[in-house]
């Protein structure tokens, strides 16, 4: 049963849409043979026409993917839309042809085809437009419905109390279900009331259309049908909105913004008209004078119009109808205070609630060396809403380099359109800048970090040396102090060859200190460089290892790369000296891709397997991390340990062989 109302959907749509559309293309055609005199019916046959075509498009529409209520109401309109201006058609061209008056049902289908459905639209759909049970509302269906068959009934008829009747109470009953709509818009269940406010202005604009017709204003004739006509270009959209944005009866169709905001503005365009057409007529004085009135008033009324039309792009597409604005309005939030994770959710939610988007998603760039695609997302970084459909995505840039991405959702039933993507691309620099604040933050956050793990890393090098070295070295002295002074009455010579004794090893720790001071920051880096630096350091290595030096020109290198190299080195060259047992090391450093390298091999003993590095290997590594490089310690071909560093520093090796 469920496949084979899939099938015979679209041919029902199809159906409604072709009979609506055939009666008023064959109404038209009739009238353009027959040629009337322009008076006031010809803006009824407009109304009944424009009906026709757009409610036919709507129930079509509806009708295709769900046998909806409303969309059988809609097609109801439409078709009687039709048949009304089909029979007005009739009339004249059988008084055109036939010279005698026209059949008495002519007239009744010209007067009675469009009620039932025009009626119904305000008075029964409103009530409908909704995913959870009637309830209470059935009570508004009765009426409307009721009211609706008492003017049909009594048109049809020719009972004229009996429309009067119906219209009198068709438009307190068209306002009771805008009121009851917009109350369902502010109470009602979340998920329905996204675009409930639309249907609540579209009901009352149809309530209101058949003021004319009861209240003797002293207006001319056509003034209700132009007024009916506004409201008719209105409210299918509004229906359209409604059922769409909410996502009732499984209808999930993409609606252009661009046909909302033409629709509307079709209607306030119409409605200008209306009232410079009015004025015109009541104005004083006969042809020119007249014309130059209207003209007159036009003018006056033209600012009127672009401020309406202005608040009708407002109302679709929100504050992003005007670019600048939002732009001023997000570049505020850089001045504010608060986490960078705050000011970027800030933005996100500011930039959603703006252009009334559904989700708005703010995403970083890939790490570097992910496996994932080039186009796959980056991490998200600040998110507000929640998608329900793939999103639209615009690049965020910042000084020429790609920082992130902006993924964003139009509200369920709407599409983004040109306007909206136009939005985007204007705004999004000043999110791409948010996104580049917070990545400098983060930048600035792990500079500190490693600043926090050199200063450990010094800590924990000054507390090898005094731990291992000066503290014990300390604590013999004193004992050997104590030894001289205990022979110093019973044996002078022996005093004096142990504090020959103290005294070499007093030596020896002068010399540990003066490394250690060396090793945070020789005198020697800071005032010659780096070269002087590891020549000098190679030149203390008295007892050991030949140390031997293949240097490249690092005069280009700043203080802060410098002192990492020495550090690292001078921390390998005291590994060969304590633990490699070997008789050479070689220091080498060029540069490569990009990058300062730096080795230090040994022909020692090697790496021994299964050995667990140590602090010295520790602090090597993290002072190659705080420039951004890596440290590895490897087994040396043919023999001994290879120390390798790599640091990144942006010269290129062509820039280095050209030096000078």
Known sequence: MGTTDARTRPRVAASVAVVSWGLALLALSLLASVRPALDENLWF???????????????????????????????????????????????????????????????????????????????????????HPLGRARAGVAAGALVCGLTAAGSALVVDPLVGIGLVLSVPLGLLAALAVELRRRRGPAAER?????????????????????????????????????????????????????????LDLAVSRAVLAGAMTLALLVLYLVVVALVGTVLPGRGSAQVVAAGVVAVAVQPLRLRLERRVRRLVHGAGADPARVVSRLGSQLDRGGSVDGLLADV?????????????????????????????????????????????????????????????????????????ERTLGELSPVVAAAVAVRAA????ADLRRRLALARVAERRLIRREVHDGLGPSLAGLRLGLQGVRNLLDTDPDGARELLDVLGAELDERVVA???????????????????????????????????????????????????????????????????????????????????????VRDDGRGVPDGARHGVGTQAMTERAEEQGGRVEVLAAPGGGTLVRAVLPTGRSQEQEAGRG
């Open 194 to 250: 996204n675009g409930l406010g639309w249907l609540a202005v579209g009901t009352l604009l149809m309530a209101l259309s058949f003021v004319p017709l009861l209240v003797p204003l002293g207006l001319p004739l056509w003034v209700t049908p132009v007024l009916h006509l506004a409201s008719q270009v209105f409210f299918p959209a509004a229906i359209l909105v409604a059922v769409l944005r909410g996502r009732m009866w499984g």
């Open 348 to 420: 996100a939610e500011d930039l959603g609630r703006s252009m009334r988007l559904e989700s708005v998603t703010v995403l970083g760039v890939p790490a570097a060396g992910s496996v994932a695609a080039e186009d796959a997302p980056g991490p998200e970084l600040a998110a507000w809403g929640v998608p329900t459909r793939d999103p639209h995505v615009v690049p965020l840039r910042h000084r020429g380099r790609q920082v992130g991405s902006l993924a964003v959702t139009a509200p369920p039933g709407e599409a983004l359109g040109a306007q909206g």
């Open 441 to 444: 933050e983060q930048d600035v």
């Open 45 to 131: 046959l407009l109304v009944d026409v424009s009906v026709a075509c757009v409610y036919g498009t709507v129930a079509a529409v509806v009708l295709s993917r769900r046998p909806h209520p409303v969309g059988w109401i809609v097609a109801l309109a439409a078709v009687g839309g039709g048949a009304a201006a089909l029979g007005y058609a009739l009339e004249a061209w059988w008084q055109e042809n036939r010279g005698d008056g026209p059949p008495g049902w002519l007239d009744a289908v010209n007067s009675t085809a469009w009620v039932p459905g025009t009626l119904a639209i305000f008075l029964v759909v409103p009530w409908l437009v909704r995913d």
């Open 513 to 599: 200190v003066r490394e250690l001071s060396h090793q945070l920051l020789p005198p020697v880096l800071v005032e010659l460089g780096l070269e002087a630096a590891l020549a000098e350091l190679a030149a203390r290595e008295e007892t050991g290892p030949t140390i031997h030096l293949d240097l490249a020109d690092t005069s280009w290198l700043d203080l802060g790369a410098a002192a990492a190299v020495h550090a690292i080195v001078a921390e390998a060259v005291t590994n060969v000296r304590r633990h490699a047992g070997a008789t050479r090391c070689l220091v080498s450093t060029w540069v490569e891709d990009g990058a300062l390298v730096v080795t």
